[in-house]
């Protein structure tokens, strides 16, 4: 698994690929949703959830303090049950390594009192630190000790108390953790200049619906009343769409189909891409707005009208907070706009080191210029080239890995893509999907490229 590569067939800039792709629940929903599994006095089951390597990744290290899993691939139901628990240090190495298993930390110390972990490190994608969510648990009367890089945080006797938090930046996980934490607090906790990412606000409204009060959902300043264990009574928790996934389909339809149409997503989700492709001369058509089981179409029929009509496109994104336009989907953006006529300027205002990928793409003929570490300049409508054997391309994180199998498709030429692992981990299936879109990825197993 962590060493299979693919081999692409790049279809030399035709927009050759059609059909229909479903859309898998939410990663970062799922992630969430088990850790706060710990907060509840019953069983709680995930429904829809994708079989992707960070599920199994969180599954193993839950089930090393002893938490009961169990995983029907098929249904794709997940069910843990917390009161199995018997241990409070998480597994340092598995920890160290996924960044998502910092927000389990919360709702161990709430409930257990004490918790231990290894810190995750700086990742391929930035440095990461963890400093907002520490410094929540000194807040909430926690003791920390450090040494190193691993914790101990012990909550005083009696319990976290509550306490009013303000986040200096919008941190997703961050705010989470500590809504998740607040769950099982005495008293009143305020969080400020919280996240509002839909991943946050389905988890909240779960929560609320097995017992917690939470007031402020989908806003910056949240509300939460602590109170003893929850109880979900068997009823499931139904993981969202996944939004990612659905924007990077968006652009992959964009680059190389001439018709894609999206299943099972939420097109409410996914405005701000929508909006993008639109901007650019793009078909996108919402052929059902449901939140579950909505359907998009994109489709590139017009493209070439507009090519000989000479026109060009320049667009500018700024990476954002929800509504704004999602980091997890800037590298799927950057591919398809090297094909677009016209400049484009891309600016990474939540993550300094995420843009590795783009030296691959310019090995590949795109002309972009770095301006600096979170600034670039494509300059679009540069045919793209495979780089052949001996040169692989890489899957630098999980969602540059899927860009590059984008520019991979759209280039001329046999491309070798390594390092998947990180594609496996947001992505379930990704060369099967795509072969049935009539693309040519194969999977090599067990080999470095
Ligand atoms: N930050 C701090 N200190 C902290 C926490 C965060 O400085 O204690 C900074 C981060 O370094 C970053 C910014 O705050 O510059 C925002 O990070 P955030 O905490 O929002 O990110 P996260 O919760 O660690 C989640 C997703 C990421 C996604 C980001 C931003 C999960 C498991 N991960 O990460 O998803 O990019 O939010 O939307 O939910 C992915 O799926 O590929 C992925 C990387």
């Given at each position: 698994m962590h060493n299979d590569h693919f081999v692409v067939q790049g279809l030399?800039?035709?927009?050759k690929l059609r059909g229909m792709v479903v859309i898998n629940g939410a990663k970062n929903a799922v992630l969430k949703a088990m850790a706060a599994?710990?907060?509840?006095e019953d069983e709680l089951c995930l429904e829809n959830?994708?079989?992707?390597e960070d599920v199994k990744k969180l599954s193993h290290l839950l089930s090393l303090v002893g938490m009961q899993i169990t995983f029907d691939s098929t249904k794709r139901n997940l069910c843990m049950k917390a009161e199995t628990i018997t241990g409070t240090d998480l597994d340092p190495d598995t920890t160290k390594a996924m960044r998502?298993?910092?927000?389990?930390t919360g709702p161990m110390l709430a409930r257990y009192g004490r918790v231990s972990f290894s810190a995750p490190g700086g990742c391929v994608i930035g440095a990461r630190p963890i400093d907002l969510y520490i410094e929540g648990y000194k807040k909430m009367g926690a003791t920390i000790e450090q040494k190193g890089d691993h914790f101990t945080i012990v909550a005083p006797k009696g319990g976290l108390k509550a306490a009013e938090i303000f986040f200096p930046l919008q941190t997703v996980g961050g705010t989470e953790t500590l809504m998740m934490t607040a769950v099982l607090a005495k008293g009143k906790t305020i969080l400020k200049n919280c996240a509002m990412e839909p991943e946050i606000v389905s988890l909240a409204e779960f929560l609320v619906s097995c017992g917690a009060t939470i007031k402020?959902?989908?806003?910056t300043t949240m509300e939460i009343t602590g109170g003893p264990l929850l109880t979900s009574g068997g009823a499931p928790y139904v993981t969202i769409p996944d939004r990612i996934e659905t924007g990077s389909f968006l652009f992959l339809g964009a680059l190389c189909a001439s018709e894609l149409r999206i299943e099972r997503c939420n097109p409410a989700h996914v405005e701000s891409a929508i909006h993008l492709l639109r901007s650019v001369g793009v078909s996108v058509e919402i052929e059902k707005n449901d939140p579950y089981k909505g359907v998009i179409c994109v489709s590139t029929k017009n493209d070439s009208k507009q090519e000989k009509n000479g026109v060009r496109k320049s667009v500018q994104i700024r990476t954002h907070e929800y509504p704004g336009f999602p980091t997890d989907i800037q590298s799927p953006a950057v591919t398809f706009l090297t094909q677009v006529q016209g400049d484009s300027q891309v600016f990474?205002?939540?993550?300094?080191?995420?843009?590795?990928?783009v030296q691959d793409l310019i090995r590949m003929g795109a002309d972009i210029t770095e301006m600096n570490p979170r600034e670039i300049l494509i300059r679009g409508g540069k045919p793209l080239r495979a780089l052949g054997k001996d040169e692989a391309l890489q899957a630098h994180d999980i969602r540059a890995g899927f860009a590059i199998v984008m520019a991979a498709l759209v280039a001329e030429g046999e491309s070798v893509i390594s390092n998947i692992y990180y594609i496996d981990r947001g992505y379930e299936k990704l060369e099967e999907r795509l072969t049935a879109l009539g693309a040519s990825v194969k999977r090599v197993l067990g080999q470095k490229a």
């Open positions: 030399a800039g035709e927009k599994s710990v907060l509840f959830v994708p079989d992707t998502g298993s910092v927000m389990l402020g959902i989908g806003s990474e205002t939540i993550f300094e080191g995420r843009f590795k990928y």
